[in-house]
């Protein structure tokens, strides 16, 4: 069976396994532990250590969920995430890879800048759903691993106050687009329109068992855009498009 390797609580891995659903693909995921993921590359012979990875029946990867996406529209070509139109497509690739960097990668900084300094609460997301041995591994090798995140994705002060400039300067273009139209690019849902909300899932769908592990600075970032248009935009598109979830 087709088989997503992925971190349980990742956004962008929310991302690929919501173009699966919406392709209606069968597949397993086998979630993989932060650190112990570089068995994945080395494994699938896949260009870089990072999630999702994708592997189908024949031994195939496809890695990251941008491509995981490409991937999917061109094997499964019913309820095409990118338009057929050119310039429409080109619009729709240009959201997301714009959505990528100022919303998933300041996201996931700020949330680990805050949660990173309380093992505990660090823990409860990294071992999500994962494999038995976590709890045991973790309790030994936590300290290689949080300073291998803090160095991998360069947290700090400085990079934590850009990444708050940038998410705020992400929301307020995207507040001043779902004010006036349902979707992003055209008049149908499109992987733009995916990106955005898989990537804010955390911000604006908080999972209940979480609501008060999250770090107080992320809960005061909820609480602080709750009433914002973007973030009621992000839970209807949820309501409306996110079918066949696993």
């Not at 993989?32 to 590359?41: C, D, E, I, N, T």
């Not at 900084?109 to 505990?120: E, G, S, V």
């Not at 994962?130 to 991998?152: E, T």
């Amino acid at each position: 069976m087709t088989t997503l390797y992925q971190f349980s609580f990742s956004h962008f891995c929310e991302k690929a396994r919501w173009a699966l659903d919406y392709k209606g693909v069968q597949y397993a995921t086998k979630n993989v532990l932060p650190g112990l993921h570089v068995r994945v590359r080395k494994k699938f012979a896949v260009g870089k250590t990072c999630v999702p990875v994708l592997v189908e029946d024949d031994g195939t990867a496809i890695q990251e969920s941008a491509a995981i996406i490409d991937h999917l529209d061109a094997k499964y070509t019913s309820d095409p995430l990118t338009p057929g139109d050119p310039n429409l497509a080109k619009q729709a690739r240009e959201w997301e890879a714009y959505l990528d960097d100022e919303i998933g990668v300041t996201l996931r900084a700020l949330f680990y800048y805050h949660a990173l300094p309380i093992r505990r609460t660090t823990l409860t997301f990294l071992l999500h759903e994962g494999p038995w041995y976590g709890g045991p591994l973790f309790a030994l090798i936590f300290p290689k691993v949080r300073d291998a995140m803090v160095k991998g994705m360069n947290i700090n002060d400085d990079t934590a106050k850009d990444s708050q400039r940038r998410l705020s300067d992400a929301i307020t273009r995207l507040n001043s687009e779902v004010q006036e139209r349902e979707f992003l690019v055209g008049n149908s849902f499109t992987r733009a329109d995916l990106t955005a909300c898989a990537l804010l899932e955390h911000l604006c769908k908080p999972i209940d068992k979480f609501a008060t592990v999250f770090p107080k600075p992320f809960r005061a970032l909820q609480d602080e855009y709750r009433e914002q248009p973007f973030f009621r935009w992000v839970n209807a598109i949820y309501r409306e498009q996110r079918r066949n979830s696993l």
